[in-house]
């Protein structure tokens, strides 16, 4: 393999990281959202 196809695959691989990290903490707050609403508590 090519250091350059290795270094594309390397930059091309962040924003796939980058949209895990931002699935994950959306659906972590969607569920607190729904946990608040069954209890009458705020989320702040």
Do not use: E, H
Not at 15 to 43: E, H, M, S, W
Request: aromatic share 12%; hydrophobic share 50%.
């Amino acid at each position: 393999m090519s250091s350059t196809f290795i270094y594309g695959l390397y930059i091309l691989i962040w924003p796939v990281i980058t949209l895990g990290v931002l699935v994950l903490i959306c659906t972590a707050t969607y569920r607190d959202i729904q946990k608040a609403r069954r209890n009458n508590k705020d989320i702040i």
